[in-house]
T-cell receptor, first 112, second 114 residues
Framework: EADIYQTPRYLVIGTGKKITLECSQTMGHDKMYWYQQDPGMELHLIHYSYGVNSTEKGDLSSESTVSRIRTEHFPLTLESARPSHTSQYLC???????????FGPGTRLLVL | KNQVEQSPQSLIILEGKNCTLQ??????????LRWYKQDTGRGPVSLTIMTFSENTKSNGRYTATLDADTKQSSLHITASQLSDSASYICVVSDRGSTLGRLYFGRGTQLTVWP
């Protein structure tokens, strides 16, 4: 079982609200990732980080932003949530070689 | 465009039966292929990983095969159990990225009935 945690697990909010999805890992991994997954669809990489103070945009354009101030923490923020942001958000981390990514349980977001 | 295609999209089998899931990919250059299991409401968990030179790898009742020439992989589940009900995702990594960029299939949704 991977030591990577996400909170909240479920979130229902109204349009226009600012939200932050938390992700933390206790494995000391440098690389961390955020994916977006809709039901029955593949995971899409939206953000990643090589380490502290490193953040990059992924393959799928996203209006969210991320920060990496500490190795173990990689939060994702939506400044103004919209219904189109409704999805599952998965956080992952990997060792320097990046051969296997360890996933958190995910946050299911519903924007009304 | 790099793609990973999985079939079938969904599968229902009876407990104790065997099944095989398929994955075809066009990712190039190829680095490795992983099979992940994703339980409902959970994140994916790695089952197997195979590099170019490996053509079979087992993890308990799960056996993955890889044919790098035809760019095909399969995941065989033996003596299925109710707990095998999940989505099985094929993930291919390319060799051209220091990030180890991953390309995900949409998964096969397996349901095991008692």
């Amino acid at each position: 079982e991977a030591d990577i945690y996400q909170t909240p697990r479920y979130l229902v909010i109204g349009t226009g609200k600012k939200i932050t999805l938390e992700c933390s890992q206790t494995m000391g991994h440098d690389k961390m990732y955020w994916y977006q997954q809709d039901p029955g669809m593949e995971l899409h990489l939206i953000h990643y980080s090589y380490g502290v103070n490193s953040t990059e945009k992924g393959d799928l354009s996203s209006e969210s932003t991320v920060s990496r101030i500490r190795t173990e923490h990689f939060p994702l923020t939506l400044e103004s949530a919209r219904p189109s942001h409704t999805s599952q958000y998965l956080c992952a981390s990997s060792e320097p070689a990046g051969e296997t990514q360890y996933f958190g349980p995910g946050t299911r977001l519903l924007v009304l | 465009k790099n793609q990973v295609e999985q079939s079938p999209q969904s599968l229902i089998i009876l407990e104790g039966k065997n099944c095989t899931l398929q994955c075809n990919y066009t990712v190039s250059p190829f680095s490795n292929l992983r099979w992940y299991k994703q339980d409902t409401g959970r994140g994916p968990v790695s089952l197997t990983i195979m590099t170019f030179s490996e053509n079979t790898k087992s993890n308990g009742r799960y056996t993955a095969t890889l044919d790098a020439d035809t760019k095909q992989s399969s995941l065989h589940i033996t003596a299925s159990q109710l707990s095998d009900s999940a989505s099985y995702i094929c993930v291919v990594s390319d060799r051209g990225s220091t990030l180890g960029r991953l390309y995900f299939g949409r998964g096969t949704q397996l349901t095991v009935w008692p």
